[in-house]
């Protein structure tokens, strides 16, 4: 990693969540979390696959088990935690996997990339004290607004399409949560980040074998490390940005290199539709925002 591309605070003292920290970006920022001093908790589906992950990491870790694919999971790991989270970042993701549902019956990426995550912020952000970083994808842009009438997409499923609506409402997710923050006097800031085009078990997904083998090779050998892909979660999470930003690499059309701030689809810019799929996301998940608007008199 070019650890010279990000100036990482001492974060000794402060508590960090990662989900999806057992492989990949999440493994990556957990590392370089845990390097700067936090206690990093690994909040993952697989606790024996999270205790390996986490015995090669150094510095503090703890491996907590969250399934984001399963509402009483996230509800159960909320319930559990005590104190202060000084970073939430909202990492775990599933790419381009064939038709299928939650625990809960939502579309499978929808489910976990957005609604898990919709879920998890609200039930810990009383607790959160810096900031709520989400991870997205430059395939958001794939995505031209979010299909309200059918969010389940029963009238026509595709891997791809299904992958980018889920990354456009993480950009949706973190402009309104970033609104609504503002509106109760929180300093809590919510950004995101995305992180090109790195090398992980992400593109082993999908349906069929070619299209899998495809990716995957062409992952290995045109993606960044997984190390640089972190960075603009680790640029999100401690730099000097404002509400609402989305890092990336700035460099070969946004697919690598050092992280900077990043431009982002008009879809992405929609508060109207921020605001109509958090109110969705209420009520599909029954958990809301926690905090009033603040006395502005
Ligand atoms: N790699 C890229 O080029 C790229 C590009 C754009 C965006 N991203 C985004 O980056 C994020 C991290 O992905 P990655 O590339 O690091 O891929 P990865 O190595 O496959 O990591 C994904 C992580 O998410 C976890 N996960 C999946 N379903 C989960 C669930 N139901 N509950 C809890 N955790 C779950 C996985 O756990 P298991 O190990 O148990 O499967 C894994 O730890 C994702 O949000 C992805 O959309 C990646």
Do not use: C
Request: overall charge positive; cysteine-free.
């Amino acid at each position: 990693m070019d650890t010279t591309a990000v100036r990482i605070p001492d974060l000794t003292g402060r508590t960090a969540i990662v989900t999806g920290a057992n492989s990949g970006l999440g493994l990556e920022t957990t590392r370089v979390l845990a390097g700067a001093g936090a206690h990093v908790v690994l909040a993952v589906r697989d606790e024996d696959k999270g205790r390996v992950a986490a015995e090669s990491v150094r510095g503090k870790t703890e491996v907590r088990h969250l399934d984001l694919a399963d509402l009483s999971s996230v509800r159960a790991f909320a319930d559990r935690w005590q104190g202060d989270i000084h970073l939430l970042i909202n990492n775990a993701g599933i790419m381009a996997v064939p038709k299928g549902k939650t625990k809960d019956g939502f579309e499978s990426q929808f489910g976990v990339n957005h609604l898990g995550h919709f879920a998890l912020t609200n039930l810990l952000l009383e607790q959160v004290t810096g900031r709520v970083v989400t991870v997205s994808s430059s395939l958001h842009r794939m995505a031209k607004g979010i299909d309200f009438d059918d969010v389940a997409m029963d009238r026509g499923y595709s891997p791809y399409k299904a992958y980018a609506r889920s990354k456009l409402a993480n950009l949706l997710f973190t402009l309104e949560l970033q609104r609504r923050l503002e509106d109760a006097g929180s300093t809590v800031l919510a950004t995101a980040a995305h992180p090109g085009y790195a090398t992980t078990d992400l593109h082993g997904y999908g349906s069929h074998p070619l299209l899998r083998g495809i990716t995957r090779l062409s992952s290995r050998v045109f993606g960044q490390s997984a190390a640089n892909g972190a960075l603009p979660t680790i640029f999100a999470a401690t730099q000097d940005v404002p509400g609402a930003a989305f890092a990336g690499p700035k460099s070969m059309g946004g697919t690598r290199g050092a992280p900077a701030l990043s431009s982002r689809s008009e879809e992405a810019w929609d508060g109207r539709a921020a605001k109509r799929l958090w109110v969705l996301s209420e009520e599909l998940t029954g958990v809301s925002f926690p905090f009033p608007p603040a006395d502005r008199a």
